[in-house]
């Protein structure tokens, strides 16, 4: 096999071969495939595209790059959530111990946040003493003793994957369709869940901005779920306004755990149950205790405070707050008919929850608190958003992002997405 060739074919638009696509993504992971032929190839692949039996077995070739995880020795189903990611999406944070309550194990392998999104595993280390980084034996140990663990993902799984991201990252080709499904989904499938819900978002808070490429994103995903035997189901869902009220790290913590005690903003409780129906029912599980009941009886909170004590975190511990607080205010009296989740999400970013650089720390404190979501009635005067900081020279900025991001007209409903747009399986 010659690298060039495979170049050659996929930029004529021809299919590539499951042996030119085991060849070239093994040969890559070895350092055999030069960076800058893959970053051809992979440029190729984002104008010409995949047919459905290519992007499985590049997925397939992935995985078998790396390790597969086994938790064949639980004695109940496994299933997971997947999100591409949005503005306030604290959703893992209740929803793990949640399944988990209703009776299946979670294995859920986790990231950090890079730009405007938050990553999971920052806003869960915002809590004193938790730790990210688990054996696979340690996973193993807390699945069986508490239903749920989420942690980093090891350098073993997937490795194609690292190393192919990177890449895309520096060559403008994550955008590419069935590059960024099988990015996900081999790392899904190389997790060894029995089951997978794909929560994949809509909007300008989100990867995917409009809702026919998250279609078809979600398609190609569930496409890559069948051909490999793994039973997977997403759902389109709304980030055109942030969700629930708090975005940051501990502050997004803090909403996770009033969720858990049976309170919480409804749109959180609403997609945290959706997709814990879903999840409970592609793991085989129809007849499992109801989600909503499993919030309002605390047996999810049970879960989580174990959840977190195994991984050396002190749930009752409190949770940091910035030093620093600016409040924005109604400029009038009306209905606040738009809150950007991008704008929102941006300012976040720049309080210093979020990292410009993969190495760069995260502030937990830091963030924005949503008083007034599109619909409400505002009056002149009232507070609208805190921004947390720990430094008050972070606000202009935040400011910055904020100015477009909002508007209160005297009257009028917002022209909003559907949380749950859409289901498909
Ligand atoms: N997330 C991933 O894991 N991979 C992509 O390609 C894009 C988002």
Redesign the pocket.
């Known amino acids: 096999m010659d690298a060039i060739d495979v170049i050659r074919a996929k930029r004529d638009g021809a299919a590539l071969s499951p042996a030119q696509i085991d060849w070239v993504v093994d040969a890559y992971t070895r350092g055999a495939v030069a960076e800058e032929q893959m970053a051809a190839l992979a440029m190729a692949i984002l104008l010409n595209g995949m047919s459905r039996a290519e992007v499985s077995r590049w997925t397939e070739a992935m995985i078998a790059s790396g390790e597969r995880m086994d938790w064949s020795a639980l004695d109940r189903p496994t299933t997971d959530k997947h999100s ?2 949005g503005v306030g999406d604290k959703i893992t944070l209740p929803l793990a111990p949640l399944v988990a309550a209703c009776g299946a194990a979670v294995p859920q392998l986790s ?1 950090r946040g890079l730009g405007h999104t938050g990553g999971t595993l920052d806003k869960l280390e915002s809590i004193p003493g938790w730790r990210a980084s688990l054996s696979g034996a340690e996973m193993l140990d807390v699945l069986a003793a508490t239903g749920a663990v989420v942690c980093a993902a090891g350098g073993g799984l997937a490795p194609a ?1 690292r190393k192919l ?1 990177a890449l ?1 990252d520096v060559t403008g080709t ?1 955008e590419s369709i069935p ?2 499904a099988s ?2 989904m081999s ?1 899904k499938i190389a997790e060894g869940t029995g089951a997978l819900v794909l929560d994949v978002k809509v909007g300008s808070g989100a ?1 995917m901005k409009a809702e026919a490429p998250a279609r078809e994103l979600a398609e190609t995903m569930v496409a890559i779920g069948a051909d490999h035997g793994l039973r997977t189901v997403a759902l389109l869902t709304a980030m055109d306004r942030p969700l629930g009220a708090a975005v940051g790290n501990a502050v997004e913590v803090a909403e996770a755990v009033e969720v858990l005690s049976g309170g919480g903003p409804a749109d959180v409780v609403e997609l945290t149950v959706a997709l814990a129906r879903e999840m409970l029912a592609a793991a085989g599980l129809p007849d499992a205790k109801d989600p909503a009941t499993a919030l309002a009886d605390g047996s999810a909170m049970d879960v989580w405070r174990r959840m977190i004590v195994a991984q050396g975190g002190n749930p009752d511990a409190p949770l940091p707050v910035a030093r620093e607080e600016h409040v924005l205010r109604a400029p009038a009296s009306g209905v606040l008919t738009r809150l950007d989740a991008y704008g929102v999400g941006l300012a976040a970013w720049r309080l210093g929850a979020g990292r410009a650089r993969k190495e760069d720390p995260v502030s937990f404190g830091a963030g924005v608190i949503c008083h007034a979501k599109p619909g409400d009635t505002v009056r002149e005067g009232a507070p609208l958003l805190t921004l947390h900081a720990d430094d008050t020279s972070r606000f202009p900025r935040a400011l910055d992002a904020l100015s477009d991001a909002m508007e209160i007209t005297d009257s009028g409903a917002p022209d909003l997405l559907p949380l749950i747009i859409d289901r498909i399986a």
């Open positions: 591409t990611g990231g994957d991201y895309r994550v590059l960024i990015s996900i790392k990867f």
